[in-house]
């Protein structure tokens, strides 16, 4: 509550010491109520607990725990938001990051000096922002980073909204070059390490849509590796060089390229494969039926109130109803 925040506060300041070590002494005294001191208290132990586990566990391990324990990540999976998905993304995206540093102190400084360059205010600086952000803003050099399937156009945006989605992407895709007054640099990875565990990625479709014209190819390497050897990457449907990425996805969308192929379409013209086919819409339910209980590894449990084609509208125990594809689903 506030007043016990407040007192928290007051008493820090007046003996000069960090919160913790005040909320530490007034969860042992009669200072707070009862029904204030307790929970008080039980969360300074928490912390206590947590900082021993890192003698003995890695540092990303023991956040995850302190997301878990603290009841952080379950009070953001039960909110109905629109925010509270972002919310749970960047708290991945956090643990991800954490793994880049070998301890919890090395991760700590680095923040700490990424917040003293965002207070300087003076000399040349380059400004980090989201897309949407970026709108009604102008640079002369733009970097956009991460131009990968499942990543640009979001594999999520992709399965929940269809064509629908893969347009709003598009436009954000827009938005982002459109920024550049002179210069937009466009990248992506061939290897990319998601949640703690590298996956073989695949150049956006955006890229293939950019005007061949307006566009010059640079690798390190001198030469465009695996991905074909110019603006476009239509090579990469149908050589089979990405054989090593075998979702259904990937799959569908080779299979229509091939056929294209087959049916006289140009060996060089953009392979731009529609929203649906990457969200595996051409896929049945898998036989679920309405009311049937299922298990999604993000959303945790519920039932299904909808069958439409492979999308099933599910009521889940915890995170509220949500479409979700069939095939991300399972039998518990």
């Known amino acids: 509550g506030e007043t016990s925040l407040r007192r928290i506060h007051e008493f820090a300041r007046g003996g000069a010491m960090p919160l913790f070590h005040a909320a530490n002494a007034l969860s042992q005294t ?29 540092h ?7 997301l878990d324990e ?20 960047n708290l991945k995206e956090l643990i991800r990051f954490m793994d880049e540093f070998d301890t919890l102190g090395a991760f700590l400084e680095h ?64 938005v982002g070059i459109t ?19 590298w996956q073989t990625a695949m150049p956006s479709r955006f890229v293939d849509e950019l005007p061949e014209e307006q566009v010059d190819v640079i690798q390190d390497n001198g030469g465009m590796g695996q991905y074909g050897h110019g603006p476009g990457f239509s090579d990469v449907w149908s050589t089979g060089r990405m054989s090593g990425y075998s979702s259904p996805g990937w799959q569908r969308a080779q299979s229509y390229y091939q056929s294209e192929q087959s049916g006289g379409r140009a060996r060089n013209a953009p392979a731009t494969i ?41 009521d889940f125990e915890k995170a509220g109803q949500k479409r979700v594809v069939a095939s991300f689903v399972t039998r518990p």
Do not use: C
């Open 30 to 58: 009669e200072e707070l109520k009862p029904q204030a001191r307790k929970p008080l208290g039980v969360l300074v132990k928490s912390f206590e607990r947590w900082r021993k586990l890192l003698d003995s566990m890695p």
């Open 60 to 66: 990303t391990e023991v956040a995850q725990i302190m």
């Open 70 to 89: 603290s009841g952080y990540t379950a009070m953001w999976q039960n909110d109905k938001s629109p925010q509270a998905p972002a919310r749970l993304e």
């Open 111 to 174: 923040v700490s000096l990424v917040m003293d360059a965002d207070q300087a205010n003076d000399g040349d600086r380059v400004s980090v922002m989201t897309l949407h952000a970026a709108k009604g803003l102008e640079f002369d050099t733009v970097f956009l980073p991460g131009w990968e399937e499942g990543l640009f156009p979001h594999q999520r945006s992709l399965d929940e909204n269809g064509v629908e989605g893969l347009e709003e992407e598009r436009r954000l895709a827009y």
């Open 179 to 197: 920024r550049a007054r002179k210069r937009a640099n466009i990248s992506f990875a061939q290897n990319r390490r998601v949640h703690g565990m």
């Open 274 to 314: 529609e929203g649906e086919l990457v969200a595996s819409s051409a896929h049945d339910s898998a036989g679920y039926e309405v009311g049937e209980r299922i298990f999604h590894d993000k959303f945790g449990y519920g039932r299904i109130a909808e069958i439409d084609g492979n999308k099933l509208t599910v």
